[in-house]
């Protein structure tokens, strides 16, 4: 984990907090910045223009449009421009939804990535771990393989396969589900899109959860607290769990940053939208400033659940400060 070191001293988490997060901070602003920069120059080197697939304008007409947008412009001035507006706290007037601001655009589809990612998370985590613990503590006998073969099996395979074969099953065969659509995210809807997200979560939180489950039970803390007559399930509620699942904390930081953001195959298929719809499509049609404000959302969120990560690292594990 950056950011961290060995403690000198237990307890000094609280001690160095606040000067940690002003540092991640200060780094957070530069990199802010890098994404913004080289988001921005290259929806400038595509092809085309937001305008184009609208009908043919006259020339007049066309100098207005851009001139309303400040896009007849240098490349650099429009940069320095969207800068100063970024800044302020102002994404800009999106360049294809007319009478909408991006963060107007933002605040109504975050919502149904944030609550469809949110319950992938915390679906997977639950199954994930657990599944992890079961293949540990029966390391090398049936229930591990078991465990180990559906886990490669959910990394192996991607969602533009597992979404389909679950709507041709449960709705298309069956009829239990709905196949697409929100539907005010009713539950029945999200079964099988948040299923199709956690899917490959709860195969890659199995395998952290088994490996560092699988280290810690053959430590020597762990075998005195058996020598001590400790049952099984009590060490890994009150001992192996805890320093078994801090490989997991690094990798859930981006990993909730994309399922929250949105999959663009999971919201396709089931009519969803979402962010991760919104933000391909945005990126069709050339609108430069719908994408650059779902970048820096993406990039910002990221960011923050980094952050949140290694504070959670560090207050699981003693040995470590923030440094």
Same mark, same amino acid.
């Given at each position: 984990?950056?950011?961290?070191?060995?403690?000198?001293?237990?307890?000094?988490?609280?001690?160095?907090?606040?000067?940690?997060?002003?540092?991640?901070?200060?780094?957070?602003?530069?990199?802010?910045?890098?994404?913004?920069?080289?988001?921005?120059?290259?929806?400038?080197?595509?092809?085309?223009?937001?305008?184009?697939?609208?009908?043919?304008?006259?020339?007049?007409?066309?100098?207005?449009?851009?001139?309303?947008?400040?896009?007849?412009?240098?490349?650099?001035?429009?940069?320095?421009?969207?800068?100063?507006?970024?800044?302020?706290?102002?994404?800009?007037?999106?360049?294809?939804?007319?009478?909408?601001?991006?963060?107007?655009?933002?605040?109504?589809?975050?919502?149904?990535?944030?609550?469809?990612?949110?319950?992938?998370?915390?679906?997977?985590?639950?199954?994930?771990?657990?599944?992890?613990?079961?293949?540990?503590?029966?390391?090398?006998?049936?229930?591990?393989?078991?465990?180990?073969?559906?886990?490669?099996?959910?990394?192996?395979?991607?969602?533009?396969?597992?979404?389909?074969?679950?709507?041709?099953?449960?709705?298309?065969?069956?009829?239990?589900?709905?196949?697409?659509?929100?539907?005010?995210?009713?539950?029945?809807?999200?079964?099988?899109?948040?299923?199709?997200?956690?899917?490959?979560?709860?195969?890659?939180?199995?395998?952290?959860?088994?490996?560092?489950?699988?280290?810690?039970?053959?430590?020597?803390?762990?075998?005195?607290?058996?020598?001590? @007559? &400790?049952?099984?399930?009590?060490?890994?509620?009150?001992?192996? =769990?805890? %320093? #078994?699942?801090? !490989?997991? /904390?690094?990798?859930?930081?981006?990993?909730?940053?994309?399922?929250?953001?949105?999959?663009?195959?999971?919201?396709?298929?089931?009519?969803?939208?979402?962010?991760?719809?919104?933000?391909?499509?945005?990126?069709?049609?050339?609108?430069?400033?719908?994408?650059?404000?779902?970048?820096?959302?993406?990039? @910002? &969120?990221?960011?923050?659940?980094?952050?949140?990560?290694?504070? =959670?690292? %560090? #207050?699981?594990? !003693?040995? /470590?400060?923030?440094?």
């Amino acid at each position: 984990m950056r950011g961290l070191t060995k403690a000198r001293k237990p307890g000094a988490f609280s001690r160095h907090m606040f000067r940690f997060i002003g540092r991640r901070l200060l780094v957070a602003i530069p990199t802010l910045f890098l994404v913004v920069t080289l988001a921005f120059f290259m929806m400038r080197a595509a092809p085309g223009s937001p305008f184009d697939m609208d009908r043919k304008l006259s020339p007049e007409i066309e100098r207005n449009v851009l001139a309303r947008y400040g896009m007849n412009k240098p490349v650099g001035a429009q940069y320095l421009d969207y800068l100063a507006s970024v800044a302020r706290g102002d994404l800009g007037p999106s360049l294809k939804y007319k009478d909408k601001s991006v963060i107007e655009i933002l605040r109504e589809n975050y919502l149904v990535s944030l609550k469809l990612g949110g319950s992938a998370i915390l679906l997977a985590g639950l199954i994930g771990v657990s599944l992890g613990v079961l293949a540990a503590m029966r390391q090398n006998r049936a229930v591990d393989y078991g465990v180990m073969t559906v886990a490669v099996l959910g990394v192996c395979i991607p969602t533009f396969v597992t979404a389909p074969l679950l709507v041709l099953a449960f709705a298309s065969k069956l009829g239990w589900l709905p196949g697409a659509g929100w539907s005010d995210g009713a539950l029945i809807n999200m079964v099988l899109p948040v299923t199709v997200l956690a899917l490959p979560q709860i195969a890659i939180i199995s395998r952290l959860t088994r490996a560092g489950m699988v280290e810690v039970l053959h430590s020597n803390y762990v075998r005195t607290a058996r020598a001590k @007559g &400790l049952s099984e399930g009590r060490i890994v509620r009150r001992h192996a =769990l805890r %320093a #078994a699942i801090l !490989p997991l /904390v690094s990798y859930l930081g981006p990993a909730c940053a994309g399922l929250i953001t949105g999959s663009l195959v999971v919201e396709k298929i089931f009519n969803l939208p979402g962010l991760g719809k919104f933000f391909v499509v945005s990126a069709l049609q050339r609108d430069y400033t719908v994408v650059m404000g779902m970048v820096i959302f993406y990039a @910002g &969120l990221i960011l923050v659940l980094n952050l949140v990560a290694d504070l =959670l690292y %560090a #207050a699981l594990d !003693p040995r /470590v400060r923030l440094g």
